[in-house]
């Protein structure tokens, strides 16, 4: 018997959510999520048969690749043909069947596509990539198609930054604008051949490491999803966490930690794991607000947790040119204080309200788990190991694949048949499509930036805002960086904010490896930051809370993954590198010493907890306002990297951690007495 339906069987719940509730969440805050359901069998299996070979098509071209420019024609077009099919055109049409109009774009798509391939060689040997009148009729369509797509896939946000970007080139040349943003004069041609016929715009590295890394991965976690992982991580959390104090919040965040680093969608991953958490986190008495944040905080979590982070870090190491082990290693420490963060917030807020765990007899033993369902770690122990070995990312996810379904085949309870298989490959496509469309938007504005050069006029904004101060020039990247994520999927929010944001941070020597990983904090943080906070939204939405109210609470429940970035920054050695001497755009890094990440790691996470304890006015007993300003002040200064302030921080933390244990020794001395 699974655990879920074991805690059911025991009336653990009190209010179950209801699958009608989690679509009805899904499709307000995962615009991905609202989709057609047909009645016509024979659309289904045409779809079903689009996605599939959609999917062996990536498998194939991952052996045999196309020319760089056609395998992500064919990417990124197919995939807009089947959004088409699958995705309504606003949200009270019916559901059943595809509007003639819906088969007019899906055949358009087509027909991009098999436009390319056709005067492909035209294009790179005749006309040198120079447009001809069709070739811009064909981009003007195209782009056309990626923002209707883009609109129904990902909601309105990206595509309105897009076209605002798209609309840059057509009057950067006016004379009233600030001469800062003014340009030559471009045309059509100049404009649409930039973004359909070179890989600088809708073809962009946006959609290549779409092309060689997300979709594989992807569909890896489709395959996992199918052998039954996702029901493993919230057995395995339940055992571990299950009956501690405030046991079914740190559920959560272990269970929305592991997934999110897989599935790479903070929104999915609050619904997917919240529909099973926040009900239990309500039983024991957390606030429905805090409940739906713990939620939303941990599902953002997971895409900075390593080895897979979404798969940005595969999209980081091509942007960068720095290895994936580097930047797998480099994010581990940062991912373990956020985490940490989070823990102890809910384990001080359950001391505080005197929430208790799930009583034990009702969870099953870490034992019982193992033996059921231990193998499915298995393909994520050889994915790391295949890429600590060497092998390409591509083929490594191909590998953990093909390991899953045979590791999955070990046991009765978790083998996939030939139809699960199946739709395993149908399901990897339809969950990469709103990524897959993502990435083509965002390829207009790489287009756009790298023919206006609009990317070091941002820089040199910023940059002049910050006079000089490399500090206040941080705080003006993060700024930046979360207005640029804000609505938008991890993935194109690292995209457009390496492109635009991290840039900046190079004037004052911030190495590359430390200047992206500060700008993917803060793009994946846009999820849980009001006013746009669709993982906190999501979370309140199954909680029945108030969104803003829960995606506040969010903020706090995250601060030391505000934090964080600041501190790698100054303190490289948390990223366990050394920059020191090296140029900024470095790409191989030597190994901090061991001291200084001892003592970086000891002092950060002694000052993430006491930052937790101050926040909540609880260590081992309540903590007084007077004494949560000076815990605080301390943790603060046990976070600035520099002796004397890790001294001080550390006596006038710990003076306070053993004044407060002392004080609740005395209470329950008291206590016993009194009884």
């Not at 990124?76 to 109009?101: E, G, H, N, S």
């Not at 959560?252 to 997934?259: R, T």
């Not at 005197?354 to 193998?375: C, Q, Y």
């Amino acid at each position: 018997m699974s655990v879920v339906k074991d805690i059911e069987s025991k009336k653990v719940f009190v209010d179950e959510i209801s699958e009608e509730n989690v679509k009805k969440v899904l499709e307000k805050y995962d615009t991905d999520s609202n989709v057609r359901k047909f009645n016509n069998k024979t659309i289904v299996i045409f779809i079903a048969a689009l996605g599939i070979l959609f999917s062996l098509f990536h498998v194939y071209t991952t052996y045999n690749p196309l020319p760089t420019l056609l395998q992500r024609t064919v990417h990124l077009l197919i995939a807009l043909a089947i959004c088409f099919l699958i995705y309504p055109t606003y949200k009270k049409q019916d559901r059943t069947k595809v509007p003639f109009y819906d088969w007019i774009l899906f055949a358009l798509s087509i027909l991009s596509c098999v436009y390319l391939f056709a005067q492909y060689e035209a294009i790179m040997t005749e006309r040198g990539g120079i447009p001809n009148t069709v070739d811009i009729i064909m981009a003007i369509l195209t782009v056309i198609l990626v923002f209707e797509s883009a609109r129904r896939v990902t909601g309105w946000v990206l595509p309105i930054l897009a076209l605002i970007f798209l609309s840059y080139p057509f009057f950067s040349h006016v004379s009233w604008l600030p001469n800062m943003l003014m340009t030559r004069p471009f045309d059509l041609g100049d404009i649409f051949g930039q973004l359909y016929l070179k890989t600088e715009g809708l073809f962009s590295t946006a959609i290549g490491a779409s092309v060689q890394y997300i979709f594989l991965f992807i569909l890896f976690g489709a395959f996992l999803a199918k052998s039954g992982m996702g029901q493993f991580f919230n057995d395995l959390a339940l055992a571990l966490a299950g009956h501690q104090q405030g046991g079914p919040a740190k559920v959560a965040v272990i269970s929305s930690a592991f997934m999110g680093s897989i599935n790479g969608s903070a929104v999915a991953n609050v619904v997917g794991t919240g529909a099973f958490t926040i009900p239990l986190m309500k039983k024991i008495g957390y606030e429905k607000n805090f409940a739906g944040a713990v939620e939303a905080s941990s599902s953002i979590g997971g895409q900075i947790l390593p080895p897979v982070m979404g798969a940005s870090a595969f999209i980081m190491a091509e942007t960068t040119g720095i290895s994936y082990g580097t930047i797998a290693l480099a994010a581990a420490l940062p991912a373990v204080l956020f985490f940490l963060g989070v823990l102890m917030q809910v384990h001080f807020r359950a001391g505080r309200s005197n929430l208790k765990g799930i009583p034990k007899p009702d969870l099953p033993r870490v034992k019982e788990v193992f033996k059921e369902g231990g193998h499915l770690l298995i393909p994520l122990v050889g994915l790391v190991i295949f890429l600590g070995s060497g092998v390409p990312v591509a083929y490594s996810a191909l590998y953990t694949i093909v390991l899953t379904i045979v590791v999955a085949a070990l046991k009765k309870n978790t083998r996939m048949s030939f139809k699960d298989i199946l739709s395993a490959l149908e399901d990897g496509t339809k969950q990469s499509l709103s990524t897959i469309v993502a990435c083509g938007v965002v390829g207009i504005i790489i287009g756009v930036v790298n023919l206006t050069s609009f990317g070091s006029t941002l820089t040199a904004a910023i940059t002049n805002l910050g006079a000089g101060s490399l500090f206040l020039t941080l705080f003006l990247t993060m700024i930046a960086s979360i207005i640029l994520g804000m609505g938008l999927p991890s993935i194109p929010a690292y995209i457009i904010t390496a492109t635009m944001a991290a840039p900046s941070l190079a004037e004052f020597g911030v190495p590359i490896l430390v200047a992206h990983l500060f700008v993917f904090y803060f793009g994946i943080f846009a999820n849980i930051t009001p006013p746009v906070a669709l993982a906190s939204f999501a979370g309140a939405g199954l909680a029945g809370g108030d969104p803003m109210k829960t995606g506040m609470i969010s903020v706090r429940l995250s601060l030391a993954g505000f934090i964080v970035p600041y501190l790698f920054v100054y303190e490289p050695a948390m990223l366990m590198i050394n920059p020191s001497g090296l140029p900024m755009n470095a790409v191989d890094f030597p190994m901090a010493s061991i001291a200084d990440i001892i003592i970086v790691s000891l002092t950060s996470i002694v000052g993430v907890i006491g930052i937790g304890a101050a926040i909540e006015g609880y260590f081992a007993t309540h903590l007084n306002m007077i004494i949560r300003i000076v815990l605080g002040v301390g943790a603060l200064l046990m976070l600035i990297p520099e002796p004397i302030t890790d001294i001080i921080g550390t006596v006038i933390v710990l003076a306070v951690f053993v004044m407060n244990y002392v004080q609740n020794k005395k209470i329950k001395k008291k206590t016993v007495s009194a009884a």
